[in-house]
């Protein structure tokens, strides 16, 4: 049974290893490759190719199968280059695979460890991706706000009928003004154009029309490539008229009713997604979901930036999703650091840091995990010294901050936290042993 096949669109290696000059055929070349790059990604279960409930004979028939493909006498007297240690890799990695899954004990910690894995991925998704939510959600807000005020407004009721004349004992009646006419559907959607793209444009001919005062006679217009039958005026091409200098107080009124309009909408279509993500928040809670209630709460408070009662919730729940966050971190994290994976256990310290930015303890496993990993020693050293801030007294990471002193080439630096971690460390046997071979390795120049 072989592995199975490589899911990921980009090359995990460099092609440029294919043309190593090695007695591999360029097929088990790009096979080797390819697995050797999805090494550290892909599960137990998915490097033998069996499903997660796969039985124990099935499991072992997978590994008998794929085992010799790269065992190391596989390519005995073959010259390899740096095919070599990959392969050593690849085969020791199938061994630990088979063992792990065929191991009662192992196989359930193993997967209460994939589960907690997925766990931390499902969490962090849903907090990392509250900034598209939340532009997601303004934009359903705004959409509902437009749509309500380009609807028309109700019709207004008709005025009372105007008295023909003025009865006995009663005042003269008031001339009436001249009636403006009404703005009609299409003009009215023509200035809602406007004032939510921008500026107020000139307005419509039409609209220049309809508030014309009364009695004026719009002059005829004439095509511009069609001569006047009465020939060209005799005093030459008559001087243009002034431009209007800018919307009538009509359109300006409409204009500024729609605004209005537009602002009552949106308010209201907020208070609407404020009341749904806040009940989405709670019901979250209640389930001990703290990463989907923060997200809700911070798309609740996105929408309300003046309410301080929601602005405090918002926070007080995100704490506590950085800290459900922070402890599921760390159990993965003590399974990766148990089973040596240094460069996974280090990230995963990290983010138990991230939630717990003033325990000391996470602080100095990720920086006792990033040494062993070799990855990132400057950075140890930052997250040595943190921990020491937080735990002054502890013998321990004095002791790692010593040695990522050591490695990145402090060694005064390193003897000073030597000496400290042995002062502290008085009844400590162990940790004076582990002071006394740090000194040792020091003084001769051996790796830490």
């Given amino acids: 049974m072989q592995a199975p096949a490589p899911q990921r669109t980009a090359p995990t290696y460099d092609p440029a290893d294919l043309a190593e000059q090695v007695e591999l055929s360029p097929e088990k070349r790009l096979r080797i490759l390819e697995l050797y790059g999805r090494l550290e990604t892909v599960s137990h279960y998915e490097l033998l190719g069996v499903p997660e409930g796969a039985e124990k004979k099935q499991i072992?028939?997978?590994?008998y199968a794929l085992a010799p493909e790269f065992h190391p006498d596989t390519y005995f007297r073959k010259q390899l280059g740096t095919y070599k240690p990959k392969i050593e890799a690849l085969f020791n990695r199938i061994t630990v695979a088979h063992d792990v899954l065929t191991t009662k004990d192992k196989r359930a910690e193993y997967d209460a460890y994939l589960i907690q894995s997925r766990v931390n991925q499902q969490m962090s998704a849903l907090i990392e991706g509250a900034p598209a939510d939340l532009a997601r959600v303004a934009s359903v807000v705004d959409a509902t706000a437009r749509i309500v005020a380009s609807e028309p407004p109700p019709p207004m009721?008709?005025?009372?009928?105007?008295?023909?004349?003025?009865?006995?004992?009663?005042?003269?009646?008031?001339?009436?003004?001249?009636?403006?006419?009404?703005?009609?559907?299409?003009?009215?959607?023509?200035l809602l154009a406007r004032k939510l793209g921008g500026a107020l444009r000139r307005p419509s001919s039409m609209t220049m029309q309809a508030v014309r005062p009364p009695g004026q006679v719009s002059p005829p217009q004439i095509p511009p490539d069609r001569p006047s039958e009465s020939g060209p005026s005799p005093a030459g091409p008559s001087p243009a008229g002034p431009s209007p200098a800018g919307p009538s107080p009509e359109s300006a009124r409409a204009a500024e009713v729609l605004k209005t309009r537009y602002d009552s909408a949106r308010a209201e279509a907020a208070?609407?997604?404020?009341?749904?993500?806040?009940?989405?928040?709670?019901?979250?809670?209640?389930?001990?979901?703290?990463?989907?209630?923060?997200?809700?709460?911070?798309?609740?408070?996105?929408?309300?930036?003046?309410?301080?009662?929601?602005?405090?919730?918002?926070?007080?729940?995100?704490?506590?999703?950085?800290?459900?966050?922070?402890?599921?971190?760390?159990?993965?994290?003590?399974?990766?650091?148990?089973?040596?994976?240094?460069?996974?256990?280090?990230?995963?310290?990290?983010?138990?840091?991230?939630?717990?930015?003033?325990?000391?303890?996470?602080?100095?496993?990720?920086?006792?995990?990033?040494?062993?990993?070799?990855?990132?020693?400057?950075?140890?050293?930052?997250?040595?010294?943190?921990?020491?801030?937080?735990?002054?007294?502890?013998?321990?990471?004095?002791l790692t901050l010593a040695r990522a002193y050591a490695i990145v080439g402090l060694e005064r630096s390193a003897n000073g936290e030597l000496t400290r971690a042995a002062e502290l460390a008085k009844a400590d046997p162990k940790i004076r042993e582990l002071i006394s071979q740090t000194r040792d390795q020091i003084r001769q120049g051996k790796p830490i």
């Fill in 60 to 63: 072992k028939a997978a590994y």
């Fill in 157 to 190: 009721p008709p005025p009372p009928a105007a008295s023909p004349g003025a009865g006995p004992g009663q005042p003269p009646a008031k001339k009436s003004s001249p009636n403006v006419p009404a703005i009609s559907e299409k003009e009215r959607r023509e």
């Fill in 271 to 398: 208070r609407v997604q404020i009341e749904r993500y806040v009940s989405l928040g709670r019901g979250a809670l209640e389930r001990k979901d703290f990463a989907s209630a923060a997200n809700a709460y911070r798309i609740a408070a996105s929408l309300a930036p003046d309410d301080e009662t929601l602005q405090k919730s918002c926070t007080d729940i995100q704490r506590l999703a950085a800290a459900a966050l922070a402890e599921g971190y760390l159990k993965q994290a003590q399974y990766e650091e148990n089973h040596e994976r240094w460069e996974d256990a280090a990230l995963s310290y990290v983010k138990v840091c991230a939630g717990r930015p003033d325990d000391a303890s996470p602080h100095e496993r990720a920086a006792f995990t990033m040494l062993k990993a070799g990855s990132n020693t400057r950075r140890a050293v930052e997250f040595a010294r943190r921990a020491v801030e937080l735990a002054p007294e502890n013998a321990e990471v004095r």
